[in-house]
């Protein structure tokens, strides 16, 4: 056996809720591994990189992947269950190999089969790019849910796009962000699986052919979308769905027209212009940029989608022996599609098209199965991040669609103009075609109306949509709106990021929360056992040494692991208030300054997040963070009571590494903007206390662990709307409030950057004289709040207790149970109704290698 450090082989020893590793697996999985590192990666151990043994490991893992994904798709088939397809823009998967390890209970197998090869899993694990085809909570949410999907046994697929490039790396080079492509398929993806056979048509541009009362769309230019599948395991119940991405192609006839004038050079070069689609993720968190090829993107996955759909609902068993069934009857029966937001709305006038002019029903029909077939999620109601398409940029790209969508906007009208007879503001107020300057598709409107239900994604985001942002659509159809609260997937966010909290909770309470989190409850009753809460703030003390020597080594910054970890990591956003914990940062500072004898409670603030490349004042947050840090930092007064750490390049596998470290996790959202918020949730799992505001799912937070164990601060939703009304003057504060006022002439004068005193001028213009989110109105609050947070942590028996109960009241933030509710409310399909059987595969063992001949 290879020798290892002896503190590797006790750390291998410590996971015990992955129970033991039959000798059998572990001995088929290496030679899975030495075949794959010798056929697949063509390398022998002398000359094998790192890289090649995370290939070698990533494919022999994948093979215990194919065999239940090839059967729980011939299953579907067989049993034609209704299909849930949830559409997204965004899917942020961050890395597959640890997750599929865990969910197909083979992690303590591979671990000492890679260990009796004398490597470090956790490195390998390392090597791993992550899926970056998110910006951050929505996109993320769509992996919670094919997690919770799979493994609630629904027949559910996620489909997207492949983008070549996902969200960029972010750099930090002197304090600014300076973005980087994500070349994330670089050394290409072991996970997916090309389907070129399958390449389907997508049409663009061309005119709209009036013949007989039927339309159709001619003279378009084709661009082909190739899918590419990639397995979703259910955790340990024999499921794995599908997640399909579309890449652009060109087709072979790709501007035929230069071939015949001998430019075959330009036209295969050209080829570039259509595919170019699915290059790169749009880079923008709440916010709506109306750029042309983006509405390319948004139309190029909902026409492929749903030419998928139909082709299954069409070939389904039942499909082809039962004529009904291609009467598209049974179509919203057998068929749920979820709009991830407006960005697949689309959907709406394209299966109209299809079912109207190529499937020749009636509008009527088309109508009604539309409706009962679609629902839409929306995640904002920030009026900036609200899609509205330009009708001159619609009549270009998809001129069918743009009728189909003026159509649409006459019949409801007409209905509105029935219920609220006379009612003329309201006609404009909810015309999905808006008229006032620059001619515009509301795509919220559209989808709305094109929609059965419609969701927010916290109770009090919900709220907030009836009572105000499509109030008059609520008014016009009230059962159509509903509530479902977000939630996250407790494997990855616990089970895989969490090992040690995960055992301590397996040795009290067994395993049975990983599919069941509100079995966390049980914990309560050890909420007076000191050695229980001795053994959770010793698990955090692991957890926060590990991120104490990675910051060490990736930032060369010596952070104290007594102190405590004080968090915001999130999408940089003027609306998520960064700039109030900078605000907090240097009131500490100043206050250390005065009185450097006094005692103090020692913190870590740790800020990570990207901003949108086109987010000025974004971008101008970290540069300011950065400037503050770096002052802060190399204060000998300040020493280890106060360090300012950016968190760079904030993404999925980073999340896992930061927030099972935390002792405090800063949600500070002004009410009534941030719709849900999942890192919130997140952090309550692993054990970390919240300091926020009663924003999104803070609320419910709130309410499933009591007031006792979170420390609430701020104007509730009702106050701001008040003060909004009364005249909000951010000016009067600056002038009456000394705090305030000195935080901001030090950011205005230079204080924290003397050599470019003007920097950070439109950081305070931009609060003193608008504040927009109403920093100054929260400031005494939230400073008074966080002075609670560090008395508290004076008594850490007292913290680890409130710890306990943020875990413990948890159970309600498992995306199992958000998925439940869709199933239940929007898509009308029972999880349990389909549970597949063991797999009846023997272990795979190539040892045998003329095995195939013998049979
Ligand atoms: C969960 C998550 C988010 C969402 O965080 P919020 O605090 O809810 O905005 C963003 N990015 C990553 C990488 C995440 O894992």
Request: glycine residues 6%; aromatic residues 12%; hydrophobic residues 35%.
């Amino acid at each position: 056996m290879c020798a290892m450090p002896q503190s590797d082989v006790d750390k291998r020893k410590q996971i015990s809720i992955r129970g033991i590793a039959p000798v059998e697996n572990v001995s088929n999985i290496k030679k899975t591994f030495n075949r794959h590192l010798h056929y697949t990666l063509v390398k022998d151990r002398n000359v094998a990189t790192p890289r090649d043994y995370y290939y070698a490991l990533a494919h022999t893992v994948r093979d215990h992947l194919t065999g239940r994904w090839i059967r729980t798709q011939q299953h579907y088939y067989e049993k034609d269950p209704k299909r849930v397809y949830y559409l997204s823009l965004e899917f942020y998967m961050g890395r597959t190999l640890s997750n599929t390890m865990v969910n197909l209970g083979i992690q303590s197998s591979c671990d000492e089969a890679m260990y009796q090869l004398g490597l470090d899993i956790e490195e390998l694990e390392e090597i791993e790019e992550d899926a970056g085809l998110g910006n951050g909570g929505l996109g993320r949410l769509a992996a919670c849910f094919l997690d919770s999907m799979a493994t609630l046994g629904l027949a559910a697929y996620g489909y997207g796009i492949r983008y070549d490039y996902g969200i960029f790396a972010q750099k930090i080079d002197n304090g600014w962000q300076v973005e980087e492509p994500d070349e994330w398929l670089r050394y290409g993806n072991p996970w997916e699986k090309a389907r070129p056979e399958y390449v389907l048509p997508v049409s663009f541009f061309g005119r709209v052919e009036e013949k007989d009362g039927k339309n159709k769309w001619v003279d378009t230019q084709v661009v082909f979308a190739m899918p590419f599948d990639s397995p979703i395991p259910g955790y340990g119940n024999n499921t794995v769905n599908t997640m399909r991405l579309w890449s652009a192609k060109a087709p072979n006839s790709f501007n035929l027209r230069f071939f015949n004038d001998g430019e075959y050079i330009n036209a295969v070069c050209d080829r570039n212009l259509a595919e170019n689609i699915s290059r790169v993720l749009y880079p923008n968190d709440n916010f709506f940029e109306g750029k042309e090829l983006r509405l390319k993107q948004e139309y190029f996955l909902v026409a492929a989608t749903l030419q998928d759909i139909i082709r299954r609902f069409k070939s389904s068993r039942f499909g082809c022996k039962d004529p009904v069934r291609t009467s598209f009857d049974a179509f919203p029966d057998k068929v749920a599609i979820q709009l991830n937001d407006t960005h697949p709305s689309l959907a709406i006038p394209e299966l109209m098209r299809i079912f109207v002019d190529i499937e020749g029903l009636s509008w009527e029909k088309a109508w009604e199965l539309t409706v009962k077939t679609c629902a839409y999620t929306n995640h904002t109601v920030l009026p900036e991040a609200l899609e509205r398409w330009p009708t001159s940029l619609l009549e270009r790209l998809l001129p069918r669609h743009l009728q189909i969508m003026y159509y649409i906007n006459f019949l409801f009208l007409e209905e509105v103009k029935k219920k609220f007879p006379g009612d003329m503001d309201r006609l404009g107020r909810m015309s999905i075609v808006e008229e006032h300057g620059e001619k515009k598709i509301n795509m919220a409107h559209l989808a709305i109306v094109g929609s059965h239900a419609i969701n927010g994604v916290a109770a009090i985001h919900s709220e907030i949509i009836k009572k105000d942002t499509f109030h008059d659509f609520y008014e016009m159809y009230p059962d159509r709106f509903q509530n479902k609260t977000n939630g996250i997937t407790p494997r990855r966010w616990l089970l895989l990021c969490n090992p040690g909290l995960s055992d301590v909770i397996a040795e009290k309470i067994g395993e049975d929360w990983v599919t069941d989190l509100y079995q966390l409850k049980k914990l309560k009753e050890f909420d007076s056992n000191e050695n229980f809460l001795r053994t959770l703030i010793k698990v955090k003390q692991e957890n926060k040494m590990k991120l104490t020597e990675y910051i060490k080594q990736e930032y060369n910054i010596d952070v104290n692991p007594a102190s405590m970890f004080d968090i915001q990591v999130k999408r940089i956003h003027e609306y998520k208030r960064q700039l109030l914990n900078v605000m907090h940062i240097i009131t500490l500072y100043n206050r250390i300054k005065k009185d450097p004898n006094k005692a103090f409670v020692p913190r870590t603030v740790m800020i990570g997040g990207k901003a949108a490349p086109g987010y000025h004042m974004a971008k101008l947050i970290i540069k300011l963070i950065n400037t503050v840090a770096n002052v802060i930092n190399n204060d000998p007064i300040i020493g280890d009571k106060l360090k300012v750490v950016y968190l760079e390049n904030y993404r999925v596998s980073l999340a896992e590494k930061i927030i099972p470290a935390a002792d405090l996790s800063e949600q500070i959202s002004t009410a009534g903007t941030e719709a849900s918020g999942t890192g919130n949730m997140k952090f309550q799992l692993n054990g970390a206390l919240t300091v926020g505001t009663l924003d999104g799912a803070n609320v419910e937070m709130k309410e499933e662990m009591g007031d006792e164990n979170i420390f609430i601060f701020g104007m509730t939703v009702e106050e701001v709307e008040a003060l909004k009304k009364k005249g909000y003057n951010p000016k009067e504060y600056y002038e009456s409030n000394g705090e305030i006022r000195q935080i901001m002439d030090q950011i205005n004068n230079g204080y924290f950057n003397p050599d470019e005193p003007g920097l950070f001028r439109d950081v305070y213009n931009s609060l003193v004289y608008n504040d927009r989110f109403m920093l100054f109105a929260d400031f005494d609050a939230y400073i008074k709040c966080q002075d609670r947070v560090s008395e508290v942590f004076k008594n850490p028996l007292q913290w680890s207790k409130m710890c306990l109960h943020n875990i413990a009241s948890s159970g309600k933030f498992s995306s199992d149970r958000t998925i439940s509710e869709y199933a239940k409310d929007i898509w009308g399909t029972d999880p349990s109704e389909f549970k597949l059987p063991a797999p009846h595969e023997s272990p795979l063992n190539y040892d045998d290698s003329d095995s195939a001949q013998k049979k």
